[in-house]
Each structure stands twice: as C-alpha cells, then as structure tokens.
C-alpha cells in the first residue's frame, strides 16, 4: 500500500465510514484512527501497529453529546475537567457503554476518551456518525508522531490516507485519569500539567498497585528510540561516555557532543515538550551511539517530558 499525505477531509471520511484506517493530527501527536463502534476496523488498527491486544486505546469525540454514545456515566469532578478543559490533551477513564466494542478497551470496563482541541480532528469527527479510537501513529513501543511524515515514514506501508495537520503544537500526549473508589487517579502524565488539573478537583493520587499495569503507557519499556538512553547530569554522562558517540537531549543549555538537541533555549517547557519527540528521532537518526538526556524541571509539562525519557532509558535497562 502506498500512502498519501494530505489535507483532503472528505477522503479521510471516506476511508473511515469503509472501515479503513487514517493518520489523523491531534494538537498531541498524530493517532491511527478507525470508526470506534466497529470492531472489525479497530482490529486493523492493532494489527497496523503490531500493539498488543491488553492496550486499550483512546476514543476520540466530537463533543459532549457524542461522549454520551461512548460511556455510561460522567462523575461531578470529570464534568469540571472537561468544562475546564475540553477540548484539549486530558483524557478521562469513564465507564464504557455497550456500544464500545471489547476491543476498544481491551476488556476493561472503562474506556479513555478525549476531545482533540486540532481544528482538522474536530472538523472530521463532525463529519462522521461515530467517535474515533486512535493510539498515537507509531509501531508499538516506538517515539510517538508529532508530523505527518513522521507517520509516513514508520507506517506508510500501512496506513492509505494521512491528514496532514503541520506539527503538532502540545508535542506529548494527552494526560490519563481515572477514578478508583471515588477518587481521581494520574494513570499517565501529559500535555495537560497535574498542577492545573489539581487546581479544578484538588489532590490526584497514583493508581493502586493491584491494577497495575492498568494502562501500558505505563509499562517500562515505551516511547523508545533504537539507541540507548541513558536520563541523567549531561556534563558527567559526557564525561563517562567520553569514548562514545553521543547525542545530547538538553533543556536550554548547549554541550559539547556528536549531537545535540537543544529543546528550548529560552527555557520554556511547553517549547521543549513540543520539540520532544522529533529530537529523540533526530538523536536516534543521527548515528549516535548513546542518547543522554537532561532530567527536565519536575513541574508542569516537565513531568511528562521526564516520564517519556524515563520510559526510553528503560527500554534496555
Ligand atoms: O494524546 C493522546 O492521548 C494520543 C492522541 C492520538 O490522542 N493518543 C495516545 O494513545 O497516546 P496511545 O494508545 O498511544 O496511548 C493511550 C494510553 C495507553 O497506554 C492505554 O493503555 C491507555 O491510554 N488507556 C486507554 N484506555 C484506558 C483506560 N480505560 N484506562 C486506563 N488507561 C487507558
Ligand atoms: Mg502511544
């Protein structure tokens, strides 16, 4: 299969009501979608990206009225989040309607739904009778898409259609809640900062350990390059690793090496996560043996961009 890369809606839709697959953008990173509600479309999904069937994936809706077609049950503090922020990168863990196939969730009773804030997303989900489920666009395990040809260039062979949004202006995926016995859980950080969701419902607290791994975003071994990672001090991993090629993932200041990624040079951490994941592909390309990475301030959109490097140095712990 050849792919196409372009803006071309109508023709997205069209794949999509045949039960095809399309790379859509997302203000995240771009997602693999199929008609939700179609057990047999979401397969290929998995099968496009080689996922794992225990990986349940995200549905995508084009507002609030669609959201009561995919789940049973709305507490008052996910309310509050989606007025606050919806559209935008929060995912919520809800009980799932019977309309939501098995393999959407994986077999799980709750399904992870979101409101994609990118304008071509919300155009095309208005254009369609039913909600989307899309993963992030990339091979399972790998760094996840943040433009169109990212995604043509892991899967192209797989995918007919690609809906060209430009890069995507969040760059990390959306942030994961759920609810455990009433209270709000943090199953996986993300575009939107624990700070800001604390400031709507108070206190998130971490998922309990008896359904770990609840969501294999969180699994070690995610968001992985091909090279090495190793998350740490860059001037004493320079030093360590003199004899190596490497790359270099920094915040703001710039070190000597083969290779170094600057991801914002005036320190903000929305620049840097946006520009995450085209870095670590551009390390991993660069022939680098080794990619050491800075540990990034551990607040706001810096805890997701520490989680992801976390998960990348895990790969091959
Ligand atoms: O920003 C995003 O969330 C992007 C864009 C495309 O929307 N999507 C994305 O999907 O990152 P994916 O499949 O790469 O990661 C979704 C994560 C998975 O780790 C999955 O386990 C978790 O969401 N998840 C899905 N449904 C869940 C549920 N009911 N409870 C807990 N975790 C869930
Ligand atoms: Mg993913």
Redesign the pocket.
Known sequence: MTTVIGTDLSEAARILRGGGLVA?P????????ANAYDAEAVLRIFEAKR?PAF????V?VADRAQLNDVVRAVPPEAEALMDRFWPG?L?L??P?SARIPDL???G?D???V?M?AHPLAQELLRALPFPLA?????PFGYV?PTTAQHVADQLGDQVPYILDGGPCT?G???T?L?WEGGACVL??P??VPVEAIEAVIGRVGGPSRQVLP??????AS?YAPRTAVIVGDATALLKAHAHQRIAVISFHQRFQAMDNEVLSPGGDLHEAARGLFAALRKADASGAELIVAEVFPDEGLGRAINDRLRRAAAARG
């Not at 997302?26 to 979608?33: F, N, Q, R, S």
């Not at 899309?134 to 990339?138: D, F, I, L």
């Open positions: 859509i997302t203000e995240t990173v771009y997602g693999l979608a996922r990986d349940p994936l995200i995508h990168p995912t863990a809800l799932k959407v969730t994986s799980l709750t399904v992870g979101r994609p899309a993963p992030s666009a990339n996840s969040v990390v995926e959306s994961i759920g199953y996986r993300g575009g609840v969501t294999p975003g969180m699994l995610h």
